[in-house]
């Protein structure tokens, strides 16, 4: 693998990665542990299958409100989940994430 | 069908459980709680079908004496689910024969997405069961670990939905989803975590490096958990983690000083608890800043993973337990963590300078990843050495209540291998000690005893804390 082997995830997915590394970077500072553990494994979770390694996140575009972000993951992992087929993801994966996200929204 | 086949049915059904998640209709319950059970109950025989199958040996030269499987190479969380889901209530009062089930065309969607996925999850089981093919291959008992433990996790998520229904039939679940259900999850997510690590590791297929260089040892009391410490920092030294088990390695150790907070108890050890609140803190730190670095390492972080898991298990036990700790244990614990920090952080700082892991490239406009210069600040590594780091700023060494309680700590180590030592001498069991004044060890324990009164007074009460979950 070199630096040339990455690949894009589908728009939907790169939209809940990113916005999860930025709340993951905040979450120290700004939610509770359980919280924050609950963002750090809806991320963790959205890894690509075996074989393919994925471009990084989008940069951190500075959020300041935590519930309005959580809602912005689960409306993209919304859109992953009805059509799993597409998105070089395991959907047990997927479910498993916004499942983490539902969580973290129902801590504050 | 094969094994594969069987378990991407069952997994794509759960998902969408998960996904679509409700309380069963009342009509339903008998046939969702037949289904959860099936899934508990094959989960259970196929993960002792792996730890006990896979033929090691086939692997490991040197070792045609006697026959290893997979539950003598691992310890920790594998094992620890297979004993958790045993203690899984299954309701069986409350279901109906699963060939009925499964016989009938069930009309609500929900209850067929359920069956189907008893259906598939019974059918792998039995395929691996029935199958040899896979036992002289670890690599695929592994994989086996792995999608247990996803479907335990799925399991207790949906079980959240059927607490209300089942709490009202069962006062054994209600109990059990209270005090249980939160450990079994967590050691279903670590079990995968270890599982996906081993199964992409190089050396699960070459086993014999494992016996000329450290393995992880299996600690059989909480007492050990600096012994496990210190094999884990030789770990450390070796096999390059990937950027996923780095993650798993902070929120695991982030878990553990969370664990361990509960173990200081209220009213004790208030610097110890300082210090473990602020590791806890550093730790997630650590696990945050991994969402923007890749590796380009395929993952030898296995046994570094099954390492923490094992200390993690001897605390997770003992919170479990409730426990009263001795806080000259957690003290020793906490001041030999930082050491492995550092393993971690030295093989971290090689690997970016060798080009093994990678940044996010944020001056370009498109997402791509980029090599570190050199001398370069990297998040990642601030976030390894604020970890090392102590609450009043110190990198190294100890001050002011803590040295004192760690001072009180090495003396009942000192003092614990001496009355070993005597005992063997002496022919009486160790423990058993007898009544000898003026002498060294007298001076040891007095001073032993004189600084845990000043530092750890001792509670009128056992500590009654709520068992580990999340």
Known sequence: MDLTSFTVPTPEVQRARSVLAELCEIGVELMERERHIDVLLAFDRLAPSAGIAWVPPEPSVGLSNVDEALAAARTALEAVLNDPTRHQIAPLDAAMAAWHVDQAQGRR | ?470
Request: aromatic share 4%.
């Open chain 2, 1 to 470: 069908m094969t094994y594969g086949m069987h378990h991407d049915r069952s997994a794509g059904a759960l998902a969408w459980l998960v996904h679509n998640i409700e309380p069963p209709e009342p009509d339903d319950v008998p046939a969702v709680f037949t289904c959860r059970a099936a899934l508990i109950n094959s989960a259970q025989r196929r993960l002792d079908r792996a730890l006990l199958g896979a033929d090691a040996e086939s692997v490991v030269p040197g070792y045609r004496g006697y026959r290893r499987d997979l539950r003598g190479l691992v310890s920790a969380s594998p094992l620890l689910l297979a004993e958790l889901l045993r203690e899984v209530p299954r309701l069986e009062g409350h279901a109906i024969a699963l060939t009925d089930v499964l016989a009938r065309q069930p009309p609500g969607q929900s209850r067929q997405v359920w069956v189907e996925a008893a259906r598939h999850a019974t059918l792998a089981t039995e395929t691996v069961l029935s199958s040899a093919a896979w036992m002289g291959r670890p690599g695929r008992a592994w994989q086996i670990v792995a999608d247990v433990a996803d479907v335990v996790e799925a399991v207790v998520l949906l079980d959240s939905r059927l607490a209300p229904v089942a709490a009202s039939l069962d006062a054994r679940w209600a109990r059990w989803c209270r005090r249980e259900s939160g450990s079994l999850r967590v050691v279903a997510r670590q079990a995968s975590i270890l599982a996906r690590s081993a199964e992409l590791d190089p050396g699960t297929d070459a086993l014999a490096r494992l016996e000329t260089l450290r393995r992880p040892v299996v600690l059989s009391r909480l007492e050990h958990i600096v012994d496990g410490v210190q094999a884990a920092e030789q770990i450390a030294r070796r096999g390059l983690p990937s950027v996923g088990e780095l993650r798993a390695f902070a929120i695991m150790q982030s878990d553990i000083a969370a664990a361990c907070i509960q173990l200081v108890g209220a009213g004790r050890g208030d610097p110890l608890r300082d210090a473990f609140r602020w590791r806890e803190r550093r730790y997630r730190q650590l696990a945050a800043s991994t969402t923007r670095v890749a590796s380009l390492s395929s993952g030898g972080g296995a046994d570094l993973l099954c390492q923490t898991q094992e200390i993690g298990r001897q605390i997770l036990v003992a919170t479990r337990s409730r426990a009263v700790v001795s806080l000259g244990v957690l003290a020793d614990f906490d001041h030999h963590s930082p050491r492995l920090a550092r393993a971690v952080e030295a093989n971290i700082r090689t690997a970016f300078a060798n080009g093994r892991y990678l940044v996010a490239d944020q001056r370009s406009v498109e997402p791509r990843w980029r090599r570190v210069g050199p001398g370069e600040d990297i998040a990642l590594l601030d976030s390894l050495r604020e970890v090392q780091s102590r609450p009043d700023g110190a990198t190294t060494g100890r001050t002011g209540d803590s040295e004192l309680l760690w001072a009180a700590s090495r003396v009942a180590r000192l003092d614990r291998s001496a009355d070993e030592r005597e005992a063997e001498k002496a022919g009486r069991p160790p423990g058993v000690r007898p009544r000898v004044d003026g002498d060294a060890s007298a001076a040891r324990r007095n001073l032993r005893e004189s600084l845990e009164r000043q530092w750890l007074p001792r509670p009128s009460t056992p500590n009654r804390r709520p068992s580990l979950g999340c």
